[in-house]
């Protein structure tokens, strides 16, 4: 994938804002972003990420932004690119089509590849952070964390999960094929997994994927 010359980031398409704010209101945390901060990413910030030849890259601005909601909302690589392909407020800050098919989810796990193999993991953070003190959010004499390699971390833990929760899914499928008797007399056998989990527990493990719940 290269970085080759883009257009300049684009406006929200009317559509998109029309439906957007008729839909999620004025109040919608993504939508205030996108209104009162404009664009926190830019190509030419990870432009050094990419090689100048080779297959067009999607927009890094795109999936920079994408890696910190997907960290907001403890989402999956794969639920990240749903909500891209779903989500209206999502497509409003990302400034995307009604129609926009998004990408396949391998791309936000090269996109943090490129991060970590370049030491840019804290780009991200830098990047708000300068769009913070452009308007007046940051100030000086001010504390703020600026640790950002714990996003990365918490996103590629939940990736884990889901693919040992797909790995168990496709198991139970595989034996569902070649034993379904022995899987329906172990399916009418008591089970602990069956029963309600304690409230602490639930409350811990809130983001496993729903196989593993």
Request: hydrophobic share 45%.
């Amino acid at each position: 994938m290269s970085l080759q010359p883009q257009q300049p980031i684009p406006p929200v398409p009317d559509d998109t804002a029309r439906i957007a704010r008729a839909a999620c209101g004025t109040r919608s945390p993504y939508l205030i972003l996108r209104d009162r901060l404009g664009n926190l990413f830019t190509n030419a910030d990870f432009a050094d990420l990419y090689p100048k030849r080779g297959q067009p890259a999607y927009a890094p601005w795109r999936l920079a932004l994408v890696t910190v909601l997907q960290f907001r909302e403890g989402l999956s690589d794969r639920q990240a690119a749903e909500a891209v392909r779903a989500r209206i407020d999502w497509k409003y800050l990302l400034a995307l089509d009604l129609t926009d098919p998004g990408f396949d989810r391998s791309v936000l796990c090269e996109f943090r590849g490129r991060l970590l193999d370049n030491k840019a993991v804290d780009r991200l953070l830098a990047c708000v952070l300068d769009v913070a003190r452009e308007d007046g959010l940051l100030k000086a004499r001010g504390r703020q964390r600026t640790d950002s390699t714990h996003v990365l971390a918490a996103i590629r833990t939940l990736n884990r999960l889901e693919l040992v929760g797909e790995t168990l899914r496709a198991a139970l499928n595989a034996i569902a094929v070649a034993a379904p008797d022995w899987l329906r007399a172990l399916s009418r056998l008591p089970n602990v997994l069956r029963q309600r989990p304690e409230p602490e527990f639930a409350g811990r493990h809130a983001r496993l994927p729903a196989c593993l719940r």
